[in-house]
């Protein structure tokens, strides 16, 4: 699922990840169309972070599926010939294993979609299963400069980034929105620029593809993450690559979901 390049997987923070049966303890609307939903177990007070844009896997089972308890990983996999899971991938917002808990931000698209429905019901004391983390993207230390591009669904991790860069690190963040009030807080270092940008009536990515292009680059060398809707993944990757002639392992733009498509196609 990640565009990485084959080589740039192996300097990716790696702590293995396992299954997770955690209850939802918070549910948070941090904008009208963002829900902050905090997950907490037993197991999560071991939790282990890869960073930055680390994911996980939601598990969702059909209604009629009765799970094995204890339900570990050897169970979901033994289970596997029988009932499969649907997955849909959320980054990892924050973790507190001081509290066992873990928080995603799921983005509110639709009631009738099979996570952001989930999200958008989802009470404490509901059961959520999830494997995880995934490897993470590597903070360089050694770049001169970060570009961070994404839609809403790439906030939580642009968020993360932001706040592990060094506090004196040039970065430049375009941020795409629904409107106003889908701006969040950001911790940011001093040399950070933070756009947001409204879309409004306008196709999915179409500002982050005009803002994109129009982006002063500084001198030296640096990196330009990205993730959004597909086909603006797939114009970013040309902007940087072709148009800009940038290394293409020090971009790395990920699909993050496909419009007409569920997620189900793509695991
Ligand atoms: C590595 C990774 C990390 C991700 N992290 C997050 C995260 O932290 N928070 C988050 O909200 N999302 C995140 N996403 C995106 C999320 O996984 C997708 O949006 C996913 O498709 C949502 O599942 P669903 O069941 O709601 O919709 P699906 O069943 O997958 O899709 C149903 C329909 O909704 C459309 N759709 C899906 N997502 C959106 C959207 N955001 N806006 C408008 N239409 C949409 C699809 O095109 C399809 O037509 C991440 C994706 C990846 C690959």
Excluded: C
């Amino acid at each position: 699922m990640s565009g990485a390049p084959a080589h740039e997987h192996r300097h990716r923070a790696q702590r293995p990840g396992r299954l997770h049966v955690t209850r939802v303890r918070r549910v948070h609307r941090v904008t009208p169309r963002m829900a902050r939903i905090t997950f907490a177990s037993e197991d999560l007070t071991r939790f282990l972070s890869n960073g930055t844009d680390q994911h996980v896997a939601m598990y969702f089972y059909e209604p009629w599926v009765v799970l094995p308890r204890p339900f570990t990983t050897e169970a979901a996999r033994e289970l596997l010939s029988r009932a499969r899971p649907r997955l849909r991938r959320y980054t990892i917002r924050s973790h507190r294993p001081e509290m066992g808990e873990v928080d995603m931000d799921f983005v509110l698209h639709g009631g009738d979609q099979l996570a952001s429905g989930w999200a958008e019901k989802a009470a404490p004391d509901d059961e959520a299963i999830w494997f995880g983390p995934s490897p993470a993207y590597p903070l360089d230390q050694e770049q001169d400069w970060t570009v961070l591009i994404g839609d809403e669904t790439a906030l939580p991790a642009i968020a993360v980034m932001l706040e592990q860069l060094p506090g004196n690190h040039p970065v430049q963040a375009l941020i795409e929105v629904a409107d106003a009030d889908e701006e969040l807080p950001l911790t940011t270092g001093i040399d950070a620029r933070v756009t947001w940008l409204h879309r409004g009536r306008r196709p999915h990515g179409r500002l982050l593809l005009e803002h994109a292009t129009r982006l002063k680059l500084p001198g030296g060398s640096g990196r330009v993450w990205g993730a959004a809707e597909r086909s603006v993944v797939r114009e970013l990757r040309r902007h940087f690559v072709r148009d800009r002639g940038l290394d293409r392992a020090a971009t790395h733009l990920t699909a993050y979901w496909t419009k007409g498509e569920t997620q189900d196609s793509e695991v």
